[in-house]
């Protein structure tokens, strides 16, 4: 069944509250936004909701996670990473154990309109030399990543969707970071999707199959570190790479790809990304317009190949 991260995430920290008498959950007036209501709800002590002031609610994340606690802070993406400077200061550079979790990241959080829109968080976050970096695909992948984060030593960026996500991980899937997974195996490129895109990528994917067209799609949850062997082993083999995400093409998992690529293995690449500003529009919509669906997709990768 369907399941945007952001609700997989607020039933997965409430689980693991139960746990750890150690993990808390902070927002900024967006709780049922954010899916931190039921955590406040069961753990009243351990939630914490400090109004329209994301700076001020980084600043106590960190300090809690000085102390020893587990804070997770939560707002909307472009809110919650729009206050770089003091992730800058105040987490990255104290290592603090800080779990930052941006929900609504992308085009497809829809009519909300580019000033609720998470498109340029990860380029910033990816500039942080210690901040890890997780984009989760479906439920079962937000479940684990959560767990993950909880027991990760150092800062964490969770970047979450406002839609539904359709399940794209195998029963046996098992989340590790700076592991990718391949959700198909191929030889004539290689597409490379994370979040949101990935299951527009395997239908994608299908499509291109009826052209005779044979694509290795990966899931890129772990943005930061990248799987950096299973990139070069699957563009060693296809010998083209095209990215899909729900981000500005500046900076995010296409640019992070393309300095691996340039440095080590040059190939043939395109980014496939939101341009410009986005807009106010249905998700279905505003992934069509920017060739984000299964056809635009397809579309992009049958011109990429000159096929």
């Known amino acids: 069944m369907a399941k945007a991260s952001r609700a997989a995430f607020g039933e997965a920290i409430v689980d693991l509250g139960a746990r750890n008498p150690k993990i808390l959950a902070l927002d900024a007036d967006l709780s049922k936004s954010t899916m931190t209501g039921a955590f406040a709800k069961k753990f009243p002590d351990r939630a914490f909701n400090v109004g329209i002031a994301e700076s001020n609610m980084i600043g106590i ?144 994917a299908k499509v291109l199959a009826g052209d005779g067209i044979n694509a290795e799609v990966l899931n890129a949850a772990s943005i930061k570190p990248m799987d950096e062997e299973m990139l070069l082993r699957s563009a060693g083999k296809t010998g083209h790479v095209v990215t899909i995400e729900d981000h500005g093409v500046a900076g995010g998992l296409g640019g992070a790809v393309a300095e691996l690529l340039s440095e080590v293995m040059p190939t043939p690449l395109r980014r496939l990304g939101v341009t410009g500003f986005g807009e106010s529009g249905s998700p279905k919509a505003l992934y069509a317009k920017h060739g984000l669906d299964a056809g635009g997709i397809a579309s992009s990768v049958r011109k990429f190949l000159g096929r």
């Open 61 to 204: 994340g960190a300090g809690l996670a000085l102390a020893g606690w587990v804070p997770f802070v939560a707002s909307f993406a472009c809110f919650l990473i729009g206050r770089f400077e003091t992730i800058r200061i105040s987490v990255a550079y104290t290592n603090a154990n800080l779990k930052l979790v941006g929900t609504h990241a992308g085009i497809a959080i829809g009519e909300d309109g580019y000033s609720q829109m998470g498109l340029e968080d990860i380029a910033m976050m990816r500039a942080l030399p210690n901040v890890a970096i997780v984009q989760p695909a479906d439920e079962l992948e937000t479940r684990q990543a959560v767990a993950w984060a909880a027991e990760y030593q150092g800062p964490v960026y969770l970047r979450l969707t406002r839609q539904n996500l359709e399940a794209v991980s195998p029963a046996d899937y098992r989340f590790e970071i700076g592991t990718w997974a391949t959700l198909r195996p191929g030889h004539d490129v290689t597409l490379i999707a994370s979040g949101g895109t990935v299951f527009n990528t395997l239908e994608a």
